[in-house]
């Protein structure tokens, strides 16, 4: 396929750019976009066909399962069987930002996203761009790092291009990522909560709210 790049400004994108984007997810294509973390890579997590696009596109093994985008604290009852209270005030804390709550998932979240392990990361993203893009698709994303399965995850969508041309649809450039890191995974369905990936929220500020962090 042929890869488009869109330039736009980070802070106030630009309207049309964020259309074309959702509508490229909606048709069940691949976009690349970025948040304060790395680049990302997105796509309808509701269509099992573009899910497998992605997986192929960055040659992510199947049992290894995909986060889901959201705007907010709000969204994640629409994909958990519960809503445990230290999620809720994770989230009020640090989102948007770059912090991966990893919880039960409900029927919503397909096998091609939680790769049957029953459970799915939920992230809030701290960018106007890959928020705007959220809401112009009108559904959930999934959206892991734009890069091929192994490689150092994209900081610019130059690095994203250099990585997937010719195998997403579109990249939309808002100059390099403020964090140019992952974010940090934390399992909330484990007791004691466990990180099973350091990123941009530390282990001492989560501790703040979970005494008992494994």
């Given at each position: 396929?042929?890869?488009r790049?869109?330039r736009t400004?980070?802070?106030?994108p630009?309207?049309?750019?964020?259309?074309?984007a959702?509508?490229?997810?909606?048709?069940?294509g691949?976009?690349v976009?970025?948040?304060?973390?790395?680049?990302?890579?997105?796509?309808?997590?509701?269509?099992?066909?573009?899910?497998?696009?992605l997986?192929?596109?960055?040659?992510?093994?199947?049992e290894?399962?995909?986060?889901?985008?959201?705007?907010?604290?709000a969204?994640?009852?629409?994909?958990?069987?519960?809503?445990?209270?230290?999620?809720?005030?994770?989230?009020a804390?640090?989102?948007?930002?770059?912090?991966?709550l990893?919880?039960?998932?409900n029927?919503?979240?397909?096998?091609?996203?939680h790769?049957?392990?029953?459970?799915?990361?939920?992230?809030a993203?701290?960018?106007a761009?890959?928020?705007?893009?959220?809401l112009?698709?009108g559904?959930?994303?999934?959206?892991?790092?734009?890069?091929i399965?192994?490689?150092?995850?994209?900081?610019?969508?130059?690095?994203?291009?250099?990585?997937?041309?010719?195998?997403?649809?579109?990249?939309?450039?808002?100059?390099?990522?403020a964090?140019?890191?992952?974010?940090?995974?934390l399992?909330?369905?484990?007791?004691?909560?466990?990180?099973?990936r350091?990123?941009?929220?530390?282990?001492?500020?989560?501790?703040?709210?979970?005494?008992?962090?494994a």
């Amino acid at each position: 396929m042929e890869t488009r790049l869109l330039r736009t400004d980070p802070a106030h994108p630009d309207p049309a750019i964020l259309q074309e984007a959702g509508r490229i997810l909606r048709a069940g294509g691949l976009v690349v976009m970025p948040t304060e973390t790395v680049y990302g890579l997105a796509a309808d997590a509701l269509n099992p066909e573009a899910v497998a696009a992605l997986r192929a596109a960055k040659a992510r093994p199947e049992e290894k399962p995909l986060p889901v985008m959201v705007s907010g604290a709000a969204d994640i009852p629409m994909f958990t069987t519960e809503s445990p209270s230290n999620a809720l005030s994770l989230a009020a804390a640090f989102w948007p930002g770059p912090l991966t709550l990893v919880l039960e998932a409900n029927q919503r979240v397909g096998e091609s996203v939680h790769a049957g392990t029953g459970k799915v990361g939920l992230r809030a993203p701290d960018h106007a761009v890959a928020q705007g893009i959220l809401l112009a698709a009108g559904r959930p994303l999934a959206l892991t790092s734009a890069n091929i399965a192994g490689q150092a995850p994209a900081r610019s969508a130059q690095e994203a291009l250099a990585a997937l041309n010719g195998r997403v649809d579109l990249i939309v450039d808002a100059g390099p990522a403020a964090l140019g890191e992952p974010s940090t995974v934390l399992d909330l369905t484990c007791d004691p909560p466990r990180i099973l990936r350091p990123g941009g929220v530390s282990i001492e500020r989560l501790r703040r709210l979970l005494s008992d962090l494994a």
